[in-house]
C-alpha cells in the first residue's frame, strides 16, 4: 500500500494533486501536509484544487486514500493471479512494500496508516474511506483464502492478521530502520496459511 503514486503515462492535474497528497502523507502525514507544499509537488495553482476538491485538503485525502487502496486491490489481484497459492502471493506483496520502503532510506510509510493515526473524530469522511480501504483490502485477501480451500471465517481472521502485520509492520520497520522483525513477523503469519493445518 506504498507505491499508488507509481505511473506509467502522463498524469491530468487531478492525477498529479492525488499523487502529490499521497507523496506528502507517505512522509509528512495528514497535519505535515501543506497546501502550498502540496501544490508545488503536483505543478498545480491553488485555483486548480479547489476546482476537483471543493473540499480542500480533507477532500483531497480522501481521493489519496481511495487511490491507494484502489491500486493495492489492484496489485493484490496481479499477485494472486500470478503465483500458485495465496502465501506466495502474500509474500511477494510485503517484499515488494519492505523493498520500497528501504529504496526511500526508511522515509515513505504506507498514507493510510500515517492518515489513521492522525485522524480525529471530527475527520468522519477521511475516518469513513479509511474503513472501507481496509476492508476492502481484507476483502481480496480472504476472498483468495477461501479460494485456497479455507473456511470463510478462518479467511477473514487471517486476512485481518495480515493487514494488521503488514501495517504495523511498516510502521516499526520506518521507525527502527530494520525491516528484519516485520519479515519474521510474515514468515510467522504465512505458516499459517495452509489450510491443512487449520485447527
Known amino acids: 500500500m506504498t507505491s499508488a503514486t507509481e505511473k ?3 498524469a491530468g492535474t487531478r492525477e498529479r494533486l492525488v499523487g502529490a497528497m499521497i507523496r506528502t502523507l507517505q512522509t ?3 497535519h505535515g501536509a501543506g497546501l502550498s507544499d502540496i501544490l508545488a509537488l503536483a505543478q498545480a ?3 486548480v484544487l479547489y476546482h476537483h476538491f471543493p473540499g480542500g485538503k480533507s477532500a483531497l485525502a480522501v481521493a489519496a486514500i481511495e487511490s491507494t487502496v484502489d491500486w493495492s486491490c489492484e496489485w493484490l489481484d496481479k499477485l494472486m493471479l500470478t503465483h500458485g ?3 506466495d502471493a502474500l509474500r511477494a506483496w ?3 512494500a519492505v ?3 528501504g529504496d526511500s532510506g526508511f522515509e515513505l510509510g504506507c498514507p493510510l496508516a500515517a492518515v489513521a493515526l492522525e485522524s480525529t473524530a471530527a475527520d468522519v469522511e477521511i475516518r469513513a474511506a479509511l474503513a472501507n480501504g481496509f476492508d476492502a483490502i481484507r476483502h481480496r485477501i480472504a476472498q483468495a483464502l477461501v479460494r485456497a480451500g479455507h473456511d470463510d471465517i478462518r479467511a477473514q481472521g487471517l486476512a485481518a492478521l495480515m493487514v494488521a502485520a503488514y501495517e504495523g509492520g511498516l510502521l516499526q520497520a520506518r521507525v527502527a ?3 528484519a522483525p516485520m519479515m519474521q513477523a510474515t514468515e510467522t503469519l504465512l505458516s499459517l496459511l495452509n489450510p491443512k493445518e487449520s485447527p
Open 8 to 10: 506509467t503515462t502522463p
Open 28 to 30: 509528512r502525514g495528514l
Open 45 to 47: 495553482p491553488k485555483g
Open 85 to 87: 497459492n495465496p502465501a
Open 94 to 96: 510485503i517484499v515488494r
Open 99 to 101: 523493498g520500497g520502503l
Open 177 to 179: 530502520n530494520d525491516v
